[in-house]
């Protein structure tokens, strides 16, 4: 009698109801939890995890009968590209419109700065200082080096400004437009503090707006001030996180901007408020299109040049940012995932090693890590621990971004074959249909099999 209703008891009931609200699902319930139990909010690392609208929406009208391909063994296909046209007088020209975004010494370990400098450098494209302020090693590394001025001047140093190539001033970032920087305190060692002149081992939380400007005239006083310490020679980009694309691209057209950046919410961090990655900005298929009909609408599309970053990850990406409009694109998460980010090895003395002990201390697994913030990188990427950063050999980053950057490159221009092109900027919004109607809206081209363009003639404000 006892042992059978003790049984009776360790099976589950009949009508046990296991329906997931779609509203308070698995996930929603532990945030909800997580924030009671604790009264904080959730840091971390990388980009958006929701399903967005993307490049992936998108698909290329090959040529066949009514447009004529291009040959991949027998007809070239240029992927030249010049940036900072405008006014300086030294414009940069790359061998490829695939560049690396600023991500900071502090939120990299110097190996991987020093690894995406060499990269770069043997591909003849550029890669960019991020927060804190230039390396020594970055320069040596990098032929082609665009420096960033933030609104923390961490590390700001105009003989750093006078030695580069171009430089970026960040407005706003995808992951967090209208927030600032955040490097957590395991991550600020004694070489990051000395040159963000900070205490060691305690959290840097950066202003979320420059705290020498109030609106855009001073923006073009400083782009004036940096004309003025480079002579006129560097190329100056403005860069903003994407949410009121439109205005903020023609203000930063008429604050003299050569080269406008334009950042999505798919854009990754390394370390912010999750509330910012999931819900403040918007798509870069969205925001390109914003940015193209600005400095179309000011007549400057030739003029300034446009580049766009957050989630490109393929050569297929890239292309069809082109055919909506950029020049060229800015990749940060795709290259930190070339160097090893979330792989379950490392390479040690030519060998793989395991890292799945480090990633089960993080609490997560290779394919789903996103601890950037923690310094504890298992693979040597994110990461300033002396001991964790040998993980990562500049030589071996170094050859497998160049990988990566080189297939990404070849996928670009195979399209443009394709599509009947000999410049892969001759690549165009006619070039493209919609597999989604979200797609076709925000891109501005036809819904596939059709001719319907949603809101096609409707104001953007």
């Known amino acids: 009698m006892t042992t059978t209703a003790a049984s009776d008891a360790n099976e589950p009931p009949e009508n046990l109801q296991l329906e997931e609200s779609a509203s308070f699902d698995r996930q929603v319930i532990h945030y909800i939890q997580r924030a009671a139990a604790t009264g904080l909010y959730e840091i971390r690392g990388l980009g958006a995890k929701r399903r967005l609208p993307h490049f ?31 006014f300086a007088k030294r414009p940069i020209e790359l061998a490829m419109p695939i560049t690396i ?21 043997e591909l003849g494209t550029s890669t960019t200082t991020g927060d804190g302020g230039m390396t020594p090693e970055e320069r040596r590394s990098s032929k082609t080096l665009v420096y960033q001025c933030l609104p923390s001047r961490y590390g700001f140093n105009p003989d750093d400004v006078r030695k580069a190539d171009a430089i970026e001033i960040v407005i706003g970032q995808g992951a967090k437009p209208g927030g600032g920087g955040m490097l957590l305190g395991q991550k600020v060692s004694p070489r990051v503090a000395a040159m963000r002149t900070l205490p060691e081992g305690v959290d840097q939380r950066s202003a ?81 299109r914003q940015a193209v009909d600005a400095l179309e609408d000011l007549n400057k599309k030739d003029e300034v040049q446009l580049i766009v970053s957050g989630g490109i990850r393929t050569g297929a990406d890239v292309a069809k ?25 490392y390479i040690q003395d030519g060998k793989h090693v395991s890292a799945e002990s480090d990633y089960r201390k993080l609490g997560t697994a290779p394919g789903f890590c996103h601890h950037c913030q923690t310094g504890k990188c298992p693979v040597g990427v994110t990461t300033q621990d002396p ?22 490159n070849m996928e670009l221009t195979m399209i443009a074959r394709a599509c009947g092109k000999q410049d892969v900027h001759h690549l165009e919004r006619e070039d493209l249909a919609a597999l989604t109607i979200e797609a076709a809206a925000m891109a501005g081209v036809p819904l596939a099999g059709t001719s319907w363009i949603p809101g096609h003639g409707s104001s953007i404000d």
Request: aromatic share 6%; with cysteine; charged share 20%.
């Open 56 to 86: 992936d929406d998108l698909v290329f009208l090959g040529a066949s009968l009514s447009r004529y391909p291009l040959e991949g063994y027998r007809e070239k296909c240029s992927s030249t590209t010049v940036l900072g046209t405008r």
């Open 101 to 121: 975004a600023g991500m900071s010494f502090g939120a990299l370990s110097a190996h991987v700065k020093e690894a995406l400098g060499r990269a770069a450098t």
């Open 208 to 288: 979320c707006r420059h705290p020498d400007w109030t609106g855009p005239d001073d923006l073009t006083i400083k782009i004036k001030e940096l004309r003025e310490i480079t002579d006129w020679q560097t190329p100056i980009y403005v860069k903003v996180g994407a949410t009121r694309v439109f205005h903020d691209v023609k203000l930063a057209v008429h604050s003299g901007a050569d080269v406008v950046v334009v950042d999505g919410m798919q854009g990754g961090t390394a370390a912010t408020q999750w509330a910012f990655i999931e819900h403040v900005g918007i798509p870069s298929l969205a925001a390109v």
């Open 321 to 345: 940012a082109l055919a909506l409009g950029a020049d060229a694109v800015s990749i940060g998460q795709g290259v930190l995932v070339a160097l090893g980010c979330n792989s379950g090895t």
């Open 387 to 408: 001991v964790l950063e040998q993980r990562l050999q500049p030589a071996v980053g170094a050859q497998r971004v160049r990988n990566y950057l080189k297939t990404l």
